[in-house]
Nanobody, 122 residues
Framework: HVQLVESGGGSVQAGGSLRPSCKVS????????MGWFRRPPGKEREGIAV???????AYADSVKGRFTISRDSRTNTLYLQMNNLRREDTAMYYC?????????????????WGQGTQVTVS
């Protein structure tokens, strides 16, 4: 039974930093495609960062240059380093994983989801 548990969200002033993490347990593969999504208040969910089994990454334009996705395969933990945060980054942040090593596009391609961690920027 695969579980993803996020932590590390919180409240921060604009310009600050946060580093949410996502602990993966019960996964059959060491390194699968994983991603971070967010849902701002009253808006649709959006994908913001992905990382595949080779460590290749991709970012949404809205976070490029400010956010960095990374993983620690030894501990099965996914991270999202968020720097220079803006008010528009306020959202519930979710990690997700696919049952494949390469990344197939779209939220429906993800097989497992965490419960989310709230990030609020004031």
């Amino acid at each position: 039974h695969v579980q993803l548990v996020e932590s590390g969200g919180g409240s921060v002033q604009a310009g600050g930093s946060l580093r949410p993490s996502c602990k993966v347990s019960g996964h059959s593969r060491g390194s699968n495609c994983m991603g971070w999504f967010r849902r701002p208040p009253g808006k649709e969910r959006e994908g913001i960062a992905v990382i595949d089994s080779d460590g290749d990454t991709a970012y949404a334009d809205s976070v490029k240059g400010r956010f960095t996705i990374s993983r620690d395969s030894r501990t099965n933990t996914l991270y999202l380093q968020m720097n220079n945060l803006r008010r528009e980054d306020t959202a519930m942040y979710y990690c997700a994983a696919q049952d494949r090593s390469w990344c197939k596009a779209g939220p429906s391609s993800y097989d497992y989801w965490g419960q989310g961690t709230q990030v609020t920027v004031s």
